[in-house]
C-alpha cells in the first residue's frame, strides 16, 4: 500500500555556519574536486580560475552546498599526502567564499586535521567523511568539539580494499546497524546535525547498490536527513555498457529513484540536471511530503 506521510519539518533543519538548511526540501551539493585524479574527469579543477568558475556556475544553476575534495576515493587511487590535501582544500574554500561568502562549503575529507583547518581556518560549513570515523580516531572528537553539521558515509574496507569482494548478510541491514552505534555515539556526546549517506559504491557491488537504492527508504527510520551520491558511478555506467562522460542520463534516473525514496540532498558532479529533476519531483510530490513504499 502506498501512503503519502508529512516529514517533520524541525527534524529536517541543520545549521551550516549560521545558515539554516531546511532538508524537507531536496538540495543539491556540487562536487569540485581540486585534485587531478578524480574519477571523472569534468569534476577535476585544479587551477584558481577553474574552481572560481565551476563555483560561479554550479550556484548560479542552483546548487545549495559545493563539496570540496582534494583526495580522490576511487577504487584503487593512490593516497593523497595530508599536507597536500590540506593546502588544496583549504585554498579552494578561500577562493570561493573570498568570490561568494555566503556559499555552503563541505569538506569531503576523512583526515581529522584537514577538516578542523578547512573548517576552523577556511570557512567550511560541513563535514562529509567518507569512513565515518573509522579512517581517522580523530574525527568524531572533532565533530563533537566543532558541532558542525557530519555528513557520515558507510564504506566496507578502505579506498584501496573496498571492492575486493565485498560481503554483506542484508545490505541495507548491516548499513543500518552500523549507522545506527555511531549515530547514537555522537548524539550522546551533543552532536546536533548528522546527514547520513549509504556510500553507494564503497565497498559495494552492483546488486548491493541497487538493493540499497530499491530499499533507501528503510534509512528514513534513523530520523536523520538522507545524501545520496550516484552521479556518474560505475553501476550507473557499467549498467548501460557506456563510459561515466556519457551517464548523466542514467544518474539523473537513479536520481529521481533516490528522491522517490526521500533522498534530501542529491551529491551530483551536474547541478543543472540535478535541479530539474528536483523540480519535476516536487510537482509530482508537493514540499513537504514523501513517497513512502514501506508505511
Given amino acids: ?56 556556475r554550479m ?20 593516497e593523497v599526502p595530508e599536507a597536500l590535501e590540506k593546502e588544496c582544500v583549504c585554498r579552494a574554500a578561500e577562493l570561493i567564499l573570498g568570490r561568494y561568502p555566503e556559499t555552503v562549503i563541505s ?21 562529509n567523511d567518507i569512513s565515518g570515523g573509522e579512517m581517522d580516531k580523530g574525527m568524531f572528537p572533532l565533530v563533537i ?6 555528513i557520515m558515509m558507510h564504506m566496507q574496507g578502505t579506498p ?24 547514537r ?3 550522546e556526546a551533543g552532536v546536533k546535525d548528522i546527514i547520513i549517506d549509504p556510500g553507494f559504491g564503497f565497498g559495494k557491488n552492483a546488486e548491493h547498490n541497487f538493493e540499497i537504492l530499491r530499499r533507501l527508504a528503510e534509512f528514513r527510520i534513523t530520523g536523520l536527513p538522507l545524501l545520496a551520491g550516484l552521479s556518474r558511478k560505475s553501476m550507473v555506467w557499467r549498467t548501460l555498457n ?18 522517490m525514496n526521500g533522498a534530501s540532498i542529491l551529491r551530483v558532479h551536474d547541478v543543472k540536471e540535478a535541479r530539474e529533476v528536483i523540480t519535476l519531483f516536487e510537482k509530482i510530490y508537493p514540499a513537504g511530503i514523501l513517497f513512502d513504499h514501506n508505511s
Avoid at 15 to 20: K, Q, S
Avoid at 59 to 78: K, N, Y
Wanted: aromatic residues 6%; hydrophobic residues 45%; contains cysteine.
Fill in 1 to 56: 500500500m502506498i501512503i503519502f506521510i508529512s516529514v517533520k519539518q524541525t527534524a529536517m533543519l541543520i545549521n551550516a555556519g549560521g545558515r539554516v538548511l531546511d532538508l524537507a526540501r531536496p538540495r543539491v551539493m556540487g562536487i569540485i574536486n581540486v585534485t587531478d585524479d578524480s574519477f571523472y574527469l569534468g569534476s577535476r579543477y585544479t587551477g584558481e580560475s577553474e574552481i572560481i568558475e565551476a563555483a560561479e
Fill in 59 to 78: 550556484l548560479h544553476e542552483g546548487a545549495d552546498i559545493l563539496d570540496i575534495g582534494g583526495c580522490s576515493t576511487r577504487p584503487g587511487a593512490a
Fill in 107 to 127: 569538506v569531503d575529507t576523512y583526515r581529522s586535521a584537514v577538516a578542523e583547518a578547512a573548517v576552523v581556518s577556511s570557512g567550511a560549513a560541513i563535514i
Fill in 145 to 150: 568539539r566543532l558541532n558542525v553539521p557530519y
Fill in 160 to 183: 584501496q580494499t573496498m571492492q575486493q569482494n565485498p560481503h554483506y548478510d542484508d545490505v541495507v541491514a548491516d548499513i543500518l546497524v552500523w549507522f545506527g552505534q555511531r549515530i
Fill in 185 to 187: 555515539q555522537l548524539q
Fill in 242 to 259: 557506456v563510459t561515466p562522460e556519457e551517464a548523466l542520463t542514467g544518474t539523473a534516473a537513479l536520481n529521481m529513484a533516490a528522491l
